[in-house]
Structure formats: C-alpha cells, structure tokens
C-alpha cells in the first residue's frame, strides 16, 4: 500500500509543476501592462524602464518563466504583489480559510443531499421520485451558480431580509454563499449516484440475494449501498475541486475577502504574482484532496489491496530465488 501511496504523490508532482507553467503562460501572453497601470498616465520612459526592471518584466519569456519555478517549488515564495507590495504567500494564507470553508460545506452538501437523491431516484426508477429527483438535478446543473446567487441576494437579503448580502460577519453568512455554489455539484453528483445504484441493483449478486428470500432493505443497505458508494469516493475529490473553482465566482458576487475575489481583482490589474500564486496554491490544494480519495479509495476497495499485496508476494518470492541461487 505504501508503494501505491508514493506512486500517486510522485504523480502529482508533474501536473503542479505543470499547473505552474500553463498559468505563467497565460499571463505573460495576456494583452496588457501592469507598469502602465501601475504608473498611469504620465510617466517618461525612463520610468516606464526603471519600473520594468525592478518588476523584472524586462527578461525574456524563459527567464522569467525558470525563475518563477525557482521561487515557486524552492524557495516557496510566490512574489510580492506589484500593487500592494505585500507578500502573496501571507496574503493567501489569511485569506484562504475562507476558501476552504465554502468548498468544503458545498461537498458535504453535495455528499449529504445528491448522494440520497439519487440512490432514491434509481430505486423508484422510472416512477415520480424518480423523474422529480432527475428533474431537480438537471435544473441544479443547467442553472449557473452566479445566477442562483442574485436570485437568493434578492430574495433572502433584499426582500426578506433574513441574511447579508456580501462580507464573512458572522457563521449565517456562508449560508447563500454555500447554496449557490453547492447547487450545481449536488446535481452532478445525483445523476453520477443514480447510475452507480442502478448498475448494482442490477448486478448477479443482488439477484442472488434476492433469490434467497433476502429483504429489499437489506439488499440495498447491505449489498447495493456499499458496492455504490467506492466508485462514488472518486467523485468527492472533482466534486471539491468543482466547488473549490466556483468559489472564484461566488467570494466576487458575494465580496467574500478569500482567494477567489483576491485573484479576481488581480487580474483586472495585471498583477501577475497574485494570481500565479493563487491559482498554484488552489492546484496544490485539490490535488491534496485528491490524494487523500485516492488513498482512501485504495482502503476500500479490495481489488486495489491485493493488486499490491500480490505484486509484494511476487516480488518477495523472486528475491527469495535470487538469494537461494546465490548460495
């Protein structure tokens, strides 16, 4: 299990770095320059200069590009914004909380409604939960998750008046934030979990269970729920990383003060670091979730077990030859 493990996080590695590069890009070929903004209107070119070089936008794309690496994945230093002139890091340390805490409330949303929603969808199949349940997730999919937020503004803030409209006060104020985000995941997630359930329901063994006289409950809480659920353990990690990148959307509808609405300003201003960094930090982040199901995925599911406990065996019984042939 180790050697799976290590596996899976040399294999991060690669698409971080990969992340890293491909932001940098997009950014250095963006049309605009932040020292004009920086400088405004009127500035000579000797400012124009000076300020370039300091900023150290006056090198070549792959000098720039080896030493944004270089600070990035070894000295861990994202930069210091060109506006703020403060350190990205700090800044995205105090700020990603926040972040953290809405994508996490939306997975469980989308763990606790979706995953219900659809088991019960595809055990009445073809009935009216199970058209009402589809029904709910194709419109939770199809609806953008900024839309959803102006509609609940205007209802719960401007009409009723029963929770704020923007900033983080108080522990009630994530609760539009999370709806308008989960919403979306939660459909996605009940149509991948009825598809899950209708696959087992119809497998050989549950018509063996239900051969020998066993109850339709035990059959789907004993049987059909646990074989659903690891292939559903997979989808919580791009479920995260669905509700970690809609946060970008929701923190500026919302003026939420966490990662998304910083990288968001950033780029109206061309500050690069901020957003290089940003979205790097939000990449090592999902791909630390993703981890950490993969892993727990390998725990679960048994067949992951003994690929590597076979491949230990194998391995052992050779070098046992290797060392009897020696002697």
């Not at 589809?134 to 419109?139: C, G, P």
């Not at 539009?176 to 209708?198: D, F, K």
């Amino acid at each position: 299990m180790s050697r799976y493990i290590l596996k899976r996080i040399v294999m991060l590695i690669p698409v971080i770095i990969g992340i890293a590069i491909v932001i940098f890009t997009i950014m250095y070929f963006t049309p605009g320059d932040p020292v004009t903004i920086i400088l405004g209107e009127h500035y000579t070119q000797e400012q124009y200069l000076a300020k370039q070089m300091e900023l150290g936008l006056d090198k070549p794309y792959f000098v720039q590009l080896l030493r944004h690496l270089e600070k990035t994945f070894i000295e861990f230093d994202l930069g210091t914004s060109y506006f703020q002139n403060l350190s990205v890091m700090s800044e995205l340390l105090s700020r990603l909380p926040k972040t953290i805490i809405i994508a996490i409330v939306c997975c469980l949303m989308q763990i606790f409604i979706a995953i219900p929603l659809g088991i019960t969808a595809a055990v009445h199949q073809n009935g009216f939960l199970d058209r009402f349940c589809v029904l709910l997730a194709m419109l939770s999919i199809s609806i953008p998750n900024f839309w959803i937020a102006m509609r609940l503004i205007i209802v719960f803030s401007l009409y009723l008046g029963w929770l704020p409209s923007y900033g983080i006060d108080h522990w009630y104020s994530y609760i539009l934030p999370c709806v308008a985000n989960g919403l979306m995941g939660i459909g996605g997630m009940a149509r991948q979990s009825r598809s899950q359930m209708l696959e087992v329901i119809r497998s050989d063994y549950v018509t063996t269970a239900r051969a020998k006289g066993a109850s339709e409950r035990r059959i789907l809480y004993s049987h059909a729920l646990p074989n659903t659920m690891i292939p559903l353990i997979t989808g919580v990690g791009t479920h995260f990383g669905t509700a970690l990148g809609g946060t970008v959307v929701i923190e500026t509808v919302f003026s939420i003060p966490g990662v998304g609405y910083y990288m968001v300003q950033a780029v109206g201003n061309r500050d690069y670091p901020i957003v290089c960094g940003g979205v790097t930090m939000l990449a090592i982040l999902f791909c630390l979730v993703v981890l950490l199901v993969d892993i727990a995925y390998a725990f679960i599911d048994p067949r992951i077990k003994a690929q590597y406990e076979g491949q230990q065996k194998k391995k052992l019984k050779y070098n046992a030859r290797r060392r009897s042939a020696n002697v």
